[in-house]
């Protein structure tokens, strides 16, 4: 399986931290009908559902290499966080972040950026690890990219009932406290070839990230969307979204932009190989897989 691939001098890895079956579609999209399952499930089984209708994901960083500079897109879950309300993240203790994440080639020095599409639990894990009792940054010299917006919406949370947001305790706050942090906002230029793209629903101030020197050659998507099934119907919102209906119409826009495009998804939680194209669909729109 490829974990690579190449745009110029760009190479962009995947690291994966869990790859399978995670939650009930049903639950999942709370308005996914039974209906509109059975009418979808032909294409989505086995490789999106598995037949006991949940969703096939993937939980993995991205990084992308440039000449210049080494940047994860988010960091999984991480190890040795309390999670109560989702057993299979609780007290994760396992070294196979660490050992994907050498097998391409990079060590914790290497990175230089850590950007932060938004600040869920599933994607800021690694951004501490524990060291002597205490989260310290994992990545030691890396400077940690986060929206700010959605940092002052997560840290009043956490200021108001921490007991609900423990992955922003022990995974955002240590960062901050470190003074490892870059505090942006969501459509910040990083540099001639990459940039944040504003899409807000799924979080408040969720950002995308947009790579390429004079054309858009791929777009690493964070949560913006979970499933293809949100390509077919965008309206289709999640669990977790902080406005679903914005979260929809983000995705109209964003599909829009770059269907019948040669820009590469990016996709976080679709299984792998995660990378496709769009295409429109109906009135929706489909992804064609890309292998590396
Ligand atoms: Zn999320």
Redesign the pocket.
Known sequence: MSTRFEIGDITIHRIIEQEGPFFEAMQFFPALTKDLLDQNREWLQPRFINARDQLMLCIQSYIVKTPHHTIMIDSCVGNHKPRPTRSFWHMMNSDRYEKNLAASGFGVNDIDFVMC??L????VGWNTRLENGRWVPTFPNATYIMADRELAHWTQREKENPQSVPWITDSVLPVIEAKRAKIVTSDFVFDDSIRLLPSPG??ID?FSVLIGRSRAEALIT??MI?SPLQGRYPELGMM?DHDSIQAGTTRRTIFDRFCDEPTIMCVTHFPSPSTARVQRWADGYRFIPVSG
């Open positions: 599409t938004h869920h639990t599933d994607h799924h979080t969720h964070g949560d979970h977790s």
